[in-house]
């Protein structure tokens, strides 16, 4: 929902989901969810060249919005291809999330959720333009801020040295493993390579259901060490960490939403 991330997620994830699409004629049906905090105008205008320059800088998808009517009861983002995505407003989006065969999502605190649910998912980070990111504190974040080219490479060696020093995996599913359940791709990404590893994991029934019991595993096992972590006798020695903590704050929202 942030707008640096909608202003590169937004047609990279539209071209992505064209692509799948494309490859799978009949057989996909796409759906994106809409924070609450992001209009359907202020949406289209991240999938409209005229107004996102990334998407002619990248060559990335651009859609027109087509309003909900009686045969359409849902908005939609309606690509040159005639690639249609449907925009989910509920929200949270658990509901949605139970129905899909796979996510195509980015880095955050959705991955989490996603993991929670069992949902199979592929994280992308494309840091094809690593200077949009310039929400660093203090002096550093001033400096991103410099106008023009100068904060720009500033912006970008900043955000290069955040993502190398953040370990093997950033995903959530992954980090409480601490091994891949999900497929991470990061760095300047082609939309064909997400494409292919999303398609690849469609057409694989079992590598499907494998992800599934895998991130249901993980997600029980992080909410069980969490839960122990904060027993009485324990909290001197094993406090909990932050993805134990984020677990459980994510299983208590499911839990309240009557989803798990």
């Not at 929902?1 to 990279?12: D, I, N, R, Y």
């Not at 605190?109 to 333009?129: D, W």
């Not at 060490?225 to 904060?230: A, E, I, K, N």
């Amino acid at each position: 929902s942030k707008p640096a991330k909608l202003s590169l997620g937004v047609p990279f994830f539209l071209a992505v989901g064209e692509a799948v699409a494309q490859r799978l004629p009949g057989d996909i049906e796409l759906v994106v969810p809409l924070a609450p905090t992001v209009t359907l105008e202020q949406l289209a205008a991240y999938a409209d060249p005229n107004t996102n320059p990334y998407i002619t800088k990248f060559g990335w998808g651009k859609a027109e919005l087509i309003p909900p009517c009686s045969a359409q009861p849902f908005p939609i983002l309606r690509m040159p291809s005639g690639v249609n995505v449907h925009i989910w407003q509920e929200s949270p989006a658990y509901t949605l999330y139970e129905l899909c065969d796979i996510c195509i999502t980015t880095v955050g605190t959705n991955t989490a959720e996603l993991g929670a649910l069992g949902v199979p998912m592929v994280v992308a980070l494309p840091t094809n333009a690593l200077e949009v990111f310039k929400g660093a504190g203090g002096l550093v974040g001033l400096l991103t801020r410099i106008p023009g080219p100068v904060g720009d490479v500033i912006a970008r060696a900043v955000n290069n040295g955040i993502l190398n020093s953040s370990g093997p995996y950033l995903s959530w599913p992954n980090m409480w493993a601490e091994a891949e359940v999900v497929p991470e791709l990061i760095g300047n990404l082609e939309v064909n390579d997400v494409a292919s590893v999303t398609v690849e994991i469609l057409n694989d029934p079992t590598r499907l259901a494998s992800i599934r019991a895998q991130l249901r595993n993980v997600g029980n096992t992080s909410q069980t060490r969490s839960s122990s972590s904060m027993q009485p006798d324990n909290l001197r020695h094993v406090p909990a960490t932050a993805s134990d903590v984020l677990a459980n704050e994510v299983h208590a929202l499911l839990v309240d939403a009557g989803k798990i």
